[in-house]
């Protein structure tokens, strides 16, 4: 392997430039993916003008395809994205001149990805898509395809070349989630990709860290005084997070058996959020500093031994209930899932990280289908302050300060804290105060994706994961896997479509005072 990367500012330099010239080749280009999120994020970076004019795709994968009717096919995706409200945007009017410029510039390639033959016409290719679009050599390799094919594509790129950089071009891999399945696959699928790439050139992503309100979490708590001097086991008495849905399995039931709401969302998407909560501040925005803190914190958590997972990890799994009053049906009784299934579609845990800022404050974590309301927060809990001073009047609790970062839907951040009723006597409200993002910026229609894609062509690593990072991840979780597949007398405690989940995970909090925020709004039952 060659080390001679290229040399180029650095990468928060260039930010809102122009991304340099380069081919972007898919794998999996015939995927549902492709079309809805990742074409209309190359649309939306077209839009933006953050594309070179010296830019290509092509689109690889294993079926021939007529170009003009697989185009046609993108136009549709980027069609229904800028008319879909679901993104948080507004709608927009699809703008054919910027999709032109895209469908321009986009070349269907046909191979099997297993065989070497492929990528040495890919390698053709490559070279007369350089020369047409003058692209400089450049090349970014999204991997949108299934997760056995990982290891094959990156080999088979290393041992056709096409991975090799030279001193004035790059080449990268963004590689997506899941990244291995327990904490041995993921090592492995390290140790094997680094015998073709450099740690550099490997972008592995999780989609939560393209949301603008998880990256506003180092904005929030490292661009304002007030929050750190109190981000500490001094003031805050515990964390929650909550990653909740109200779908469910959908026609993902081969995946989704073998995986499971643990391995689905707790070792990436709900670490990112925990990391980027409890890490210290790294000394810059460079991708290794914030990487670094990032995993110290993941590798501060204690780790569990399996008394710990029985006692702190509840795995729950759906039955048939209502979803917006609709009646939905469970787990069992989806298409292609095993009628005796014993995968969790729910996980709630309770985790310890064993540091100075945090050692003591507990760190609680659910993320479930099929729940009452879709959620994705993080909620701070500050202490209570001391009742003294209210002990001679009518007020007999005094509710703790709350800090709610809103990651989904309804962006935004709320302080929870007391006030005085008015009036005669001393009464205390708890009332909130609200920033809604959409109250003060115009959010475009987006993906999610845009950032990360423009940030692998940039070179700027800092929103993707580093092997130690995912490893630290998996090996949290690992103890958890391993007493669930050895132990099946652990329970599976079932909720209803549409609840907060079982009362396992609520027990977790009440066996210290402590309860979950409500899931359900104030006017609906929580179950
Ligand atoms: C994916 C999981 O990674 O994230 C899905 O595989 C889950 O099961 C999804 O639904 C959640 O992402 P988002 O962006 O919809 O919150």
């Avoid at 515990?238 to 995946?255: K, M, P, S």
């Avoid at 070792?267 to 991708?287: C, D, I």
Wanted: proline share 7%; hydrophobic share 40%.
């Amino acid at each position: 392997m060659d080390d001679a990367g290229p040399k180029s500012p650095p990468a928060t330099a260039q930010r809102a430039a122009k991304a340099p010239p380069c081919t972007m080749v898919i794998f999996g280009a015939g995927g549902d993916l492709t079309r809805r999120l990742l074409i209309p994020a190359v649309y939306n970076l077209a839009k933006d003008k953050l594309l070179s004019d010296n830019f290509a795709i092509i689109a690889a994968d294993r079926t021939p395809k007529p170009p003009e009717a697989y185009r046609d096919t993108l136009a549709q995706g980027v069609r229904s994205f800028v008319s879909d409200t679901a993104s948080g945007g507004e709608t927009e009017p699809f703008d054919a001149k910027t999709w032109e410029f895209i469908a321009a510039r986009i070349t269907h390639f046909a191979g099997d990805f297993t065989v070497a033959e492929t990528y040495a016409r890919l390698g053709d290719l490559l070279k007369t898509t350089e020369a047409q679009f003058h692209t400089g050599g450049n090349v970014l390799f999204y991997l949108a395809v299934a997760p056995q094919l990982f290891g094959t594509i990156v080999d088979r790129l290393g041992a056709a070349g096409l991975a090799q950089e030279t001193a004035n071009t790059w080449r990268r891999v963004i590689i997506q989630k899941p990244f291995g399945s327990d904490l041995a696959s993921a090592r492995a699928l390290n140790a094997r990709i680094l015998k073709s790439l450099d740690e550099r050139q490997i972008y592995r992503m999780d989609h939560f860290l393209g949301k603008e309100t998880v990256q506003n979490i180092m904005a929030l708590r490292f661009s304002n005084a007030i929050f750190e001097p109190l981000w500490n086991r001094d003031h805050i008495d515990h964390v929650q997070i909550t990653a909740a849905e109200t779908v469910g399995v959908e026609r993902r039931a081969n995946f989704y058996e073998v995986t499971g709401a643990l391995r689905d969302m707790v070792p990436n998407h709900v670490f990112q959020l925990l990391s980027l909560t409890a890490m210290e501040s790294p000394n810059s925005f460079a991708a290794d500093a914030v990487r670094n803190e990032k995993t110290k914190v993941l590798e501060a958590i204690r780790p569990l031994d399996f008394e710990d997972v029985r006692r702190n990890v509840v795995r729950g799994q759906y039955g048939p209930g209502h979803i917006n009053g609709v009646p939905v049906q469970g787990y069992r009784a989806e298409p292609g899932v095993d009628p005796h299934s014993r995968t969790e579609t729910l996980v709630a845990l309770q985790l310890e990280i064993d540091n100075w800022r945090w050692a003591g404050v507990p760190f609680y974590l659910r993320t479930g289908k099929r729940m009452a309301r879709r959620t994705t927060e993080i909620a701070i809990q500050f202490k209570k302050p001391p009742f003294a001073l209210f002990r001679d009047t009518p007020v007999d609790i005094l509710n703790p300060n709350v800090l709610i970062l809103q990651i989904q839907p309804d962006e935004g951040i709320s302080l929870q804290f007391g006030a005085k009723v008015p009036g005669p006597r001393l009464k205390l409200g708890t009332v909130q105060m609200d920033f809604r993002y959409k109250d003060y910026f115009h959010i475009e229609p987006s993906t999610g994706y845009e950032t990360l894609v423009y940030d692998c062509m940039i070179g700027d690593a800092m929103l993707f994961n580093r092997a130690d990072g995912v490893e630290a991840g998996w090996a949290v979780v690992q103890p958890i896997l391993d007493l669930w597949g050895e132990d099946k007398s652990v329970p599976l405690e079932f909720y209803a479509a549409g609840t907060t989940g079982p009362a396992g995970a609520d027990n977790l909090l009440w066996r210290s005072g402590r309860y979950w925020r409500p899931l359900a709004p104030a006017s609906e039952p929580g179950r």
